[in-house]
């Protein structure tokens, strides 16, 4: 069993102008007590992200975990300690064979149905959402709400992170359901590092 730290932020490359802004705000976040940090990127091209992955590489402690979104040959490429593969990418055992059995892999599933598939595969934690109503994806999968969250707990004694709309009002109640941690996106974006403060002290 890995050990997940109740927040798992994520930083998505369109909320930021550059490579500058998305490394201020990542040392922000760490400097707020962040110690797992996704980079996603949905339309970059590959020389792009590896460029700013290698920089968030650079710019951040080594303490840090590193985790791509999609994408596991730039995972290894930039130094990365695991790979996050959704529904429609690589599977988690098309990924564990690219960067192997030391780094991480975690997959994102929306139902009871894909969960329970996605905790039959090496996968080191499995993602679940979108709990609440989200605007980080233009079409996002049905809402899931706290019973989603208690229903995949049942099913799965892996990890449990809950996605989607995961906020500083309602992340607690997230926990409460049985997630161990919450992935965030929206609620980071504006001063990064009293965010996540205040997220670390919520969830305790």
Same mark, same amino acid.
């Given at each position: 069993m890995i050990p997940l730290p109740r927040l798992? &932020?994520?930083?998505? +490359?369109?909320?930021?102008?550059? =490579? #500058?802004?998305? /490394?201020? @705000?990542? !040392?922000?976040l760490v @400097? %707020?007590?962040? =110690?797992?940090?996704?980079y996603r990127n949905k339309s970059g091209? &590959? !020389?792009?992200?590896? #460029?700013?992955a290698r920089e968030l590489k650079r710019c951040l402690p080594a303490s840090v975990k590193l985790i791509m979104n999609? !994408? +596991?040959?730039? /995972?290894? @490429? @930039? %130094?990365?300690d695991g790979v996050h593969v959704g529904q429609d990418d690589l599977s988690p055992e098309g990924a564990r064979a690219v960067i192997g059995d030391r780094l991480w892999v975690?997959?994102?599933?929306?139902n009871t149905k894909?969960? &329970?598939?996605?905790? #039959? =595969?090496s996968a080191?934690?499995? +993602?679940?959402?979108? *709990?609440?109503?989200t605007r980080s994806k233009a079409t996002p999968d049905p809402v899931i709400g706290l019973d989603g969250v208690r229903q995949a707990r049942a099913l799965t004694r892996k990890p449990l992170v809950a996605i989607g709309g995961v906020a500083r009002e309602n992340c607690r109640? *997230?926990?409460? &359901?049985? +997630?161990?941690a919450v992935a965030v996106i929206s609620d980071l974006i504006r001063e990064p590092r009293k965010s996540a403060e205040e997220f670390l002290r919520i969830l305790g």
């Open positions: 798992y &932020a994520i930083l998505d +490359a369109s909320s930021f102008p550059d =490579t #500058k802004g998305l /490394c201020l @705000a990542a !040392r922000e @400097a %707020g007590g962040v =110690t797992l940090l996704q091209n &590959a !020389r792009q992200m590896l #460029k700013q999609d !994408r +596991a040959d730039l /995972c290894l @490429a @930039a %130094g990365f975690g997959v994102s599933t929306h894909q969960l &329970a598939e996605a905790d #039959k =595969t080191d934690y499995l +993602a679940i959402g979108p *709990v609440f109503e109640s *997230v926990i409460e &359901a049985g +997630a161990d």
